[in-house]
């Protein structure tokens, strides 16, 4: 514990150079001293005397290093207290360390080490070896806080801007969440399995459809409703239902059709749909039982009666109506069964 507040103190400091940094823990021992046991104190006593050390320890140095000890740390007195009680050397080992850990989590942003195999592979075929500096450049311009950035929002970030990086399209800004940095690694994964490269597109779209204020939520607040609604998210990859497998057909409606036509009854009925009605491959299951039963005196004697238009079977149906009034008192469904016996009587005469 001691060791982390050593360093959540030194790291709150922001110093790159030695010599400096064995000023500033000169400062932070003597003022220690002479202040009282608060943190009050030590503030207002390091505020008034840091600059004797240094004059880059001026005013607005010693508030921002106050700011962000308090920001790291819930007992920011037990740090500086135990930086007063470290020896120089010590402290200027653990500083060194903190220093080396820093250039290389720069170095592997920087020399981006992060992009993955897939991205390296994609950006390589397009751009040559050159692809690097390229995406340097695009993240220089789009994102000015990329460098501090964790991998797996460098790695979303990239795949939002390969079309663009590749010269095919531009998608959000950076700083605009409609770009979805803020979508974990578990969730891309699960939404490029199940929607491919337009995950970002359906995301979008059911954001946009159920929660009209997403623009302006926080990124934990996102997370959660994308967990919320990925199970329907993930529900729109699932294939559309094949009508012309014919399952929509009713129980009924198969024994007429076996025993009118045999093992062939579906291609008759797929014959005279295709034949009658264009758009029927994107009907719904109700809509497509009404057609069949309207038009099942037709499919049942493909070569004895020449298909109708629609509106003339309907006309049909009217007629038999006429001629037996006593079909309007029965249900709609019997009555079409009705219907259609009449017609395959006439058909068949």
């Given at each position: 514990?001691?060791?982390?507040d050593?360093?959540?103190a030194?790291?709150?400091?922001?110093?790159?150079?030695?010599?400096?940094?064995?000023?500033?823990?000169d400062?932070?021992?003597?003022?220690?001293?002479?202040?009282?046991?608060?943190?009050?104190?030590?503030?207002?006593?390091?505020?008034?005397?840091?600059?004797?050390?240094?004059?880059?320890?001026?005013?607005?140095?010693?508030?921002?290093?106050?700011?962000?000890?308090?920001?790291?740390?819930?007992?920011?007195?037990?740090?500086?207290?135990?930086?007063?009680?470290?020896?120089?050397?010590?402290?200027?080992?653990?500083?060194?360390?903190?220093?080396?850990?820093?250039?290389?989590?720069?170095?592997?942003?920087?020399?981006?080490?992060?992009?993955?195999?897939t991205?390296?592979d994609r950006?390589?075929?397009?751009?040559?070896?050159?692809?690097k500096?390229?995406?340097?450049?695009?993240?220089?311009?789009?994102?000015?806080?990329?460098?501090?950035?964790?991998?797996?929002?460098?790695?979303?970030?990239?795949?939002?801007?390969?079309?663009?990086?590749l010269?095919?399209?531009?998608?959000?800004?950076?700083?605009?969440?409609?770009a979805l940095?803020?979508?974990?690694?578990?969730?891309?994964?699960?939404?490029?399995?199940?929607?491919?490269?337009?995950?970002?597109?359906?995301?979008?779209?059911?954001?946009?459809k159920?929660?009209?204020?997403?623009?302006?939520?926080?990124k934990?607040?996102?997370?959660?409703?994308?967990d919320?609604?990925?199970?329907?998210?993930?529900?729109?990859?699932a294939?559309?239902?094949d009508?012309?497998?014919?399952?929509?057909?009713?129980?009924?409606?198969r024994q007429?059709?076996?025993?009118?036509?045999?093992?062939?009854?579906?291609d008759g009925?797929?014959?005279?749909?295709?034949?009658?009605?264009?758009?029927?491959?994107?009907?719904?299951?109700?809509?497509?039982?009404t057609?069949?039963?309207?038009?099942?005196?037709?499919?049942?004697?493909p070569?004895?009666?020449?298909?109708?238009?629609?509106?003339?079977?309907?006309?049909?149906?009217?007629?038999?109506?006429?001629?037996?009034?006593?079909?309007?008192?029965?249900?709609?469904?019997?009555?079409?069964?009705l219907?259609?016996?009449v017609?395959?009587?006439?058909?068949?005469v």
């Amino acid at each position: 514990m001691k060791e982390d507040d050593i360093k959540a103190a030194l790291a709150a400091a922001g110093l790159t150079d030695e010599t400096l940094a064995e000023k500033w823990f000169d400062a932070i021992r003597e003022t220690r001293s002479n202040a009282d046991d608060s943190w009050s104190s030590f503030k207002e006593e390091l505020s008034s005397n840091a600059r004797e050390f240094d004059f880059a320890f001026d005013d607005n140095f010693v508030a921002e290093f106050h700011r962000k000890v308090e920001d790291s740390l819930t007992d920011p007195l037990a740090a500086v207290e135990a930086m007063a009680e470290t020896e120089n050397q010590e402290l200027l080992t653990t500083f060194k360390g903190l220093r080396a850990a820093e250039e290389r989590s720069r170095s592997g942003v920087q020399g981006l080490t992060w992009v993955t195999g897939t991205q390296q592979d994609r950006l390589r075929g397009t751009l040559g070896e050159g692809w690097k500096d390229v995406v340097r450049g695009r993240l220089d311009k789009e994102w000015s806080g990329w460098k501090a950035a964790t991998e797996d929002q460098l790695v979303t970030f990239l795949d939002q801007w390969m079309p663009t990086i590749l010269g095919q399209a531009t998608p959000a800004p950076a700083d605009d969440v409609t770009a979805l940095l803020w979508t974990t690694g578990t969730q891309r994964e699960r939404l490029h399995s199940a929607l491919g490269d337009a995950w970002g597109t359906v995301v979008r779209g059911t954001l946009d459809k159920e929660w009209s204020g997403w623009k302006a939520a926080t990124k934990d607040q996102l997370v959660t409703f994308l967990d919320q609604w990925m199970p329907t998210i993930l529900a729109q990859a699932a294939p559309a239902v094949d009508v012309t497998a014919l399952h929509w057909t009713t129980g009924s409606q198969r024994q007429q059709l076996l025993a009118g036509l045999g093992d062939a009854w579906p291609d008759g009925v797929r014959a005279t749909l295709d034949k009658e009605w264009s758009g029927w491959k994107s009907a719904t299951d109700g809509q497509l039982v009404t057609f069949l039963d309207q038009w099942m005196h037709v499919v049942l004697a493909p070569a004895r009666t020449p298909a109708a238009p629609i509106g003339e079977v309907l006309s049909h149906d009217a007629a038999v109506v006429a001629q037996n009034p006593e079909f309007e008192k029965i249900a709609p469904r019997r009555r079409q069964e009705l219907i259609n016996e009449v017609l395959a009587e006439q058909v068949a005469v």
